[in-house]
Every structure is written in C-alpha cells, then in structure tokens.
C-alpha cells in the first residue's frame, strides 16, 4: 500500500477547494487557507475514488528508503529551493499575474546547492534534461540519512550495519492493535515512510519525551481506514467527529496509482487533538533481535526498546524507555 518511490509534488483534495482570505490554521506566516466545497473534485473523479482503499494520513516528517553505497538506505524529505533574488522574482511574478506556471526558471542559476548525493523525487518534471521547479518554486528531492546533525532523529531509526528500521505498524495477529517491530531495510525498498516521534511536527502521538525521546517510521498506507462513510462533505466532517475519525487526514489510494487526500483543515477542522485514533489501541513490542546480528543494533533507541520486548501497552504514548 506504500506510495513507491517518489512525492508527489501536490496530492490533489478529493473536493475541489477555494482559497480564504484568512489566515491558515496549518500554516504559520500563511495569510489564507484553503478549504473544501462540497463538489468532488475532477482528480478525485478520474481517478475513481469511489474503489480507492482509504488510509489515516499519519503527521509526521517524509522519508523514502533506496540504495546509497551499495545497500539500502533511509533518505530524508529536502526541497532544493530558489535564492533569495530568484524567490524575490517569483514572488513578484505570481502578484503581478496570479499565477506561476509561466515563470521563466533559469534553473542553473536560480537554485541553492544541494548535498553532493541529492536526488530529485521521481515525478520532478524534467526541462532539457534537468529537475524543474513545482508550482511553488520548489524542486521535490531526497537526501540520504547519515550522521548528519539536522536528521539526527532519522539516524536514530535505522542501523545500517544491521541493516534494519524501527518501524510502528499495524499488530502482524490482532488488526486493532499496534507493533512497534524491526524490519530489513531491503523490505521497505523504493518506499515512501513518515518518520514520528518526539521531536517531529509537535509530537500530536505524544511519543517518548524530551529525557527519552522516541521515534519510529510508519510505511505508507499502513493504516486502512474500515469504516468510511459514503464520500460527501457532510459525511466526511461528521465522521471525523467519531473516534475512528481522529486522524491528521486521509489519503485514498487509487487503482491508478493516483493518490487523493482530504486533511481536517480543509473542513474547518483542528489538528492536532489531545487524543488521536492512532493513540487509542493497545501496542506491542516485537523486536526479535535473535534474527540479526544483535551485537550490531548498539543504537541506543534500539538497545532501550530491546529491553521492553514482548511487553504489552495500553496505548502509543505509555510506551516509555524508563
């Protein structure tokens, strides 16, 4: 169910939507926001969402995991972005005519450099052979996890000697439960993932703390959603309303390959929420070190979460280190 390989660069809403002269709720600095009709929209149409599997659009940070080096690596979100004069441009140009599809890029010089093994994502349109800016004057890409001080908190999920990831998922047994669980890197290849954690967008699963912080990824589309009521807006606000309804979003995987997504903010709606749906079940800790070379998983979150193996709790946020 992961989305292979690539970000989209715009996840288009399953409603069409206009935008408000009001500050965002999501975005800070963001002087509108966009929000829902009540008209399905054509993306969401030809994609045929109706027959689309449904899943908790989990808040957190993206990652994709592909080969660096020779064996697999985790590979963190970063969008090579305009200089300030070329953003400077482009901010005038979108004033001026409303729109930034016809901006000239002069992409060579217009860009900040990049990390020597950056790549673009894989639906980065391609001008004269090169990656060229989205809509928002952003070139989507990817960075590889190493002991890079800004992505200490990717560092901490993988070890590539043992060549593993700490990852949350649904229970292998029991649907209604959580594991948190080790898992090869080689099985999560070409996919996309949200890290997680204590430090990542606020913590809304209330993870770990600030003594002992906690992260995990989360495969994409990991989370099916079952009890989706019939798609209207009026449908969709009420049942974000119900317990199985506390979640950040939904985004609906397509037959197509096509994804479409509906965030609460586009209905007016809060996030985060002092108690989410993901926060509810019970977790289980499975992480059979017994298959993998144990003296090799020295991380400490792996070493710390090695201790509570097989232990059994209530909800996401009792999982505690101590």
């Known amino acids: 169910m992961s989305r292979l390989g690539a970000v989209q660069q715009k996840i288009p809403c399953v409603f069409t939507t206009q935008v408000k002269n009001e500050p965002s ?177 606020g913590n809304p699963y209330g993870i770990g703390n600030k003594k002992n912080p906690m992260h995990f990824l989360v495969p994409h589309g990991a989370f099916q959603i079952r009890n989706l009521p019939v798609l209207t807006h009026h449908s969709l606000v009420s049942w974000f309303d119900c317990p199985e309804g506390k979640v950040e979003g939904i985004v609906w995987h397509c037959n197509n390959g096509s994804l479409i997504k509906l965030h609460r903010h586009h209905l007016g709606l809060c996030w985060p929420l002092p108690d989410t749906w993901l926060n509810s079940k019970p977790v289980s800790i499975r992480l059979d070190l017994c298959k993998y070379e144990c003296e090799s998983v020295s991380n400490s979150l792996f070493s710390h979460l090695s201790k509570k193996d097989a232990q059994h709790f209530d909800r996401l946020q009792d999982v505690s280190l101590e």
Request: proline share 7%.
């Open 25 to 201: 709720s999501k975005r800070e600095h963001q002087a509108f926001k966009v929000v829902a009709t009540e008209t399905l929209s054509p993306a969401a149409q030809d994609s045929d969402v109706y027959s689309a599997v449904p899943t908790e659009k989990v808040d957190g940070t993206c990652c994709y995991v592909t080969k660096h080096k020779g064996i697999p690596y985790l590979w963190a979100r970063l969008d090579r972005k305009p200089s300030k004069p070329a953003e400077k441009r482009f901010k005038k140009h979108i004033l001026t005519k409303g729109i930034s599809k016809d901006f000239d890029w002069k992409v060579d010089e217009d860009f900040k450099e990049v990390p020597e093994f950056w790549i673009p994502a894989k639906e980065v349109k391609l001008c004269n052979g090169k990656p060229y800016p989205d809509e928002n004057g952003h070139i989507p890409g990817w960075v590889p996890v190493e002991n890079q001080k800004q992505y200490c908190w990717h560092s901490c999920v993988v070890n590539y000697v043992a060549g593993v990831a700490l990852v949350l998922k649904p229970h292998t047994e029991e649907s209604e439960s959580l594991e948190i669980s080790i898992v090869p890197l080689a099985d999560l290849l070409e996919q996309t993932l949200e890290l997680i954690g204590t430090n990542i967008n």
